[in-house]
């Protein structure tokens, strides 16, 4: 299928990868055609059948790889929040606080905005996330595990915003993924053709973050 071939897939095919070693190809389909379906039908939507239909492989060969789907799913989550979304997210906080030095609000708002073109572009796994991590507990742990270590390589630059304490910058932290990921939500779910621009609306959410309300009005 020609989005097997879009520049996300093929990320997250490489850090898994990273994870598995080379795959052969029919294991490569197998998770490409799972990403594929998990973010179309949701994990408890999504059978192996499906899977091995969509990547034109025998159902019996993604067992040969995967004991269970719940096994494909983590597989898949893991290695690609490990090697996209951590090292990603660091490097960018740390080049953009370099660049932007005593510009607080300029780093944030580059941050905010970069972080929604990421979940742009891997929207399927963004979905996937988003509909598995409150129900699968495996899931979850990865997820807290892995960003929180990011949270902890940027808090000082977080620091730059205000939050000193570990609890401020972790109540921040939760602030601001709340209004991205309402942002995001809104964007692609609830009003997709509303025409959404990112830049009003994270210039928006940095003058309520440092200003409050009457700024904004």
Not at 67 to 75: A, C, Q, T, V, Y
């Amino acid at each position: 299928m020609e989005i097997f071939e879009s520049d996300a897939y093929q990320a997250v095919l490489e850090a898994v990868e990273k994870a598995e070693g080379r795959m052969a190809p029919k294991k490569r389909l197998a998770v490409l055609a799972a990403l594929d379906c998990f973010a179309e039908y949701g994990y408890d939507g999504t059978s192996t059948k499906l899977i091995a239909e969509r990547a034109g492989i025998a159902e019996a060969t993604i067992f040969r790889h995967f004991p269970s789907k719940r096994d494909l799913l983590l597989r898949i989550a893991a290695p690609v929040v490990r090697h996209i979304l951590t090292p990603a997210a660091s490097r960018e906080a740390t080049e953009l606080a370099r660049q932007h030095a005593g510009e607080p609000r300029l780093i944030l708002r580059e941050v905010m905005l970069s972080r929604l073109h990421f979940m742009r572009v891997y929207e399927p796994l963004v979905k996937i996330v988003l509909q598995e991590i409150l129900v699968n507990q495996d899931l979850r742990a990865i997820f807290e595990r892995e960003v929180g270590g990011l949270f902890q390589q940027i808090a000082p630059i977080v620091a730059m915003f205000g939050p000193k304490t570990d609890l401020d910058r972790e109540r921040f932290f939760r602030i601001l993924g709340g209004l991205l990921l309402g942002y995001h939500l809104q964007r692609t779910l609830v009003s997709p053709d509303h025409g959404w621009s990112d830049e009003e609306e994270v210039d928006f959410m940095v003058g309520l973050i440092f200003d409050g309300l009457n700024a904004t009005t």
